[in-house]
Each structure stands twice: as C-alpha cells, then as structure tokens.
C-alpha cells in the first residue's frame, strides 16, 4: 500500500463491529440452547477464525457478511474436531476459546499462524491446569501449538498477575463447566465484555472492583447481540481526524465501555477537539458518535490502571503524540511485547524511521512530538494495527510511504483502506 498527503479528512462513516464482542457473540452463542443472532458482526479474519473452530465443533453457523445466525447446541453439545483446530493470527481466540475446550468431554489441539504460535499461552495455561485442565504445550515453549485434552474442572479462585482480559475470559469460561463458584482477581480492571454479555445469556456472573466471579449454569439461553463499532478500530481515524489539517470527521455508533475507552481520556489530556453525540446505553455496552476535527494537540503521560482500557491503541497514540507539542510518555505497557508483534519495538522504529523523536523504554516509550515527519517503508511484521497507525502517518508526511503486509489489516477491519480514501475524497 503506497500513501501520499491528503487535503484532509471528511465525512461520516459507520465503524465496523467491535472484534472482542464479535469473538464472544459466536462463542457464547454456540454454548447456549437456541438460535443467537448477531448484528454487525465484524467480519475479519480473526472473528471468522472463531467461526470456523466452532463449525468444526459442530456448531451450525450461518453468516452472511455482517449478520450471523449460530444454531447452539448447548453447553454440553461441542463434538470433537477432526482436525487441529486452526485459530490463525487470533490471540483472543486461542485463549478463550482454551478455557472453554479444557471442560469438554473430548482433545484437541489448536495451532494458529507463525505470529500466534510465538505468543505466550503460559498465561493461561498456569490457571487451567490449577483448575484440573490438561492442557499443554506441543513443543514444550510456552505456546501454541496446544494440546488440551478436556476434564472435570474444579472451581477455584484465581489471582491473575496481568491486567487481561483474554486470561480472566478463559478462567471464567473453564469456569462455566467447573464444581462451583470461579472468580478471577485483576491488577487493574481489563474489558469487561465477557462479564456483560454472559449475563446476557442467562449466567450468573457478579463483579465488584477488579474481582469478576462466575455461577456454572445448567444451561445458556440463546441471546440477540447488536456489535458496537468497535473503538479500537475507530481510534486509526479518530488520530487521523486530529493530525490531519482540514479535517472534521463522524464515527457513528462506536463502543465506549468504560473499560476501552482510555483513548478517550487520552485525547482530552492531549487538548482534542472531539465531542460525542447520540450516547447510548440501552444494551449494557454503551455507544456514542464521535466527531473529530483538526486540534493542536499537546504531549501527555499515559500509565497505570488506564493502560488496559486503550492496551491496542497505543501504537495510534504514540502517533498522536508525534504531532503533539512537547513530550509524551507512556508506561507500564510491558504488555505490548507480547502482541502480535513487539507492538514497542515496532512503533519506535517505525516513527524513527519517520523522523520522530522517539525511544522505546522497558515498559513503554517517550515521544517528543512536533518534527515534520517524512514518508518511508514500513515493515509491520503482519501486524494489523501496525499497518493501519503507519499509513495514517503516510497521510500525514512528506514524500510516500509503502506500507508491506498492508492486507493483514484484514485481522480487525477489512474495510479500513476503503473508508480512508472515502474520507480523503478519493
Ligand atoms: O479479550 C479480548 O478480546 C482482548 C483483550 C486484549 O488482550 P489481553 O487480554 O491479552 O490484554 C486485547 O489486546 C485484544 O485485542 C482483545
Ligand atoms: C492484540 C490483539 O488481538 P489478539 O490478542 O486477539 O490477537 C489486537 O487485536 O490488537
């Protein structure tokens, strides 16, 4: 993908559904007795992942672009895969749905993509196995692939040394199919989409502070999910609505749950102009609209307990930062090194190579915006959010900028290339 300067940014576009929920809406929906349909399913490459090891399970699922029917078979009713199960580039996949095969009554190996397999599933695989899962890893590394051969499941209480919300999902999904009461405890509270949406169908689930506690229920009930637009995705154009000059753009309906929005928080400690409008809370995953226009921005500090509610948009934050005035610092997001990519790593060199100034820290990175920056070629490594920071920076500099591997933006927004030329008039 080659990108050049735009006279900038607008328009109103619908942000596709929000890929945490997607996932759920599919996994949940197969779980549960009776028909779940999901509106604005986001339709990328890892949610439709999620489908196909649920098909392979036996889990009748229709879909027709963002619109999907699952037939569930109930809590009970997964058939043993005949393949290894293939969660492809999907984090979320492989350890949610890992807490969900550690209860069946069958074994399965998954494996995903040469990215995913270099993730750590220690993680998860530390609290399964104090559950009574036999879950291990085929090459002995930590990672995927998995063999996880399904047991009774004993309840327990877990203290989780990281702020995730893939780790405490699959803890509380194991849960589902475990002897009693299982609760996770957190550093800090992570999304909180699994707690809402399996109350939704019918669980019994109490949360209080950073403590999330799941009831085994006899059985789910079907559920009808509406997708937000999923914040995560509408960051890339909130970002480029305030870097670019002459802009002024509309993100209809996107999700702002307390426990994703820090980038929302980020941009009023940076000075933006963004206002939301139409806010709405009717299905416990609150929406808004959120207009952008061009705003000097100024550098801030990021860290703490707000780091999990913006964990994927800091590469697009960091890029913020590069346009700010001043210096911007962000800690305590050791995290990202074990993304798709070194997400650190990854941003800093990029920028560099931009011609920001910028360093990578043990946990985070220090930006001192306000250099022009100029085009270059970007590596992202296959990873998404890479690929979709780095060519808002394209749009944003002197000369072209290539992005390599740009397709894999097909991981969380096939449609982000599409609505970026919409915006810019093209
Ligand atoms: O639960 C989820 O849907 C996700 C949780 C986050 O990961 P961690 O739980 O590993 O922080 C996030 O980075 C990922 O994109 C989606
Ligand atoms: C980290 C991400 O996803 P996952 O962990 O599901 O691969 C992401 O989408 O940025």
Known sequence: MKLRKVKGLNGTIAIPGDKSISHRAVMFGSLAKGTTHITNFLSGADCLATIDC??????????????????????????????????GNSGTTTRLISGILSGQDFDVTLSGDESLNKRPMGRIMKPLSTMGADIQSVNGD????????GKPLKAVHYDSPVASAQVKSAVLLAGLYADGKTSVTEPALSRNHTELMLQSFGVQVSSQGTTAEVTPPAEMTAADIVVPGDISSAAFFIAAGLVTPDSCITLKQVGINPTRNGILKVCEAMGADLVLSNVKD??????????????NLKG????????????????????????????????????????????????VDNLVKMGVDAEATEDGMIIRGGNPLKGASIHCRYDHRIAMTFSIAGINADGETVIEDAECVDVSYPTFYEQLQMLSGQ
Not at 142 to 149: D, H, N, Q, R, S
Not at 322 to 339: N, P, S
């Open 282 to 295: 009717d299905s416990g995953e609150p929406t808004a609209d959120i207009t952008v226009k061009t705003s």
């Open 142 to 149: 930590g990672c995927a692939p998995l063999k996880i051969i």
């Open 54 to 87: 649920f098909r392979a399970m036996g889990v009748e699922i229709e879909q027709d672009g963002t619109e999907v029917i699952v037939h569930g078979n109930g809590l009970h009713g997964l058939k043993k895969p005949e393949k290894q199960l293939d969660v």
């Open 300 to 347: 801030t500090e990021v860290g703490g307990d707000l780091i999990p509610a913006l964990i994927d948009e800091i590469p697009v934050i960091a890029l913020m930062a590069a346009f700010a005035q001043g210096e911007t610092v962000i800690r305590d997001a050791a995290e990202l090194k074990v993304k798709e990519s070194n997400r650190i790593d990854l941003t």
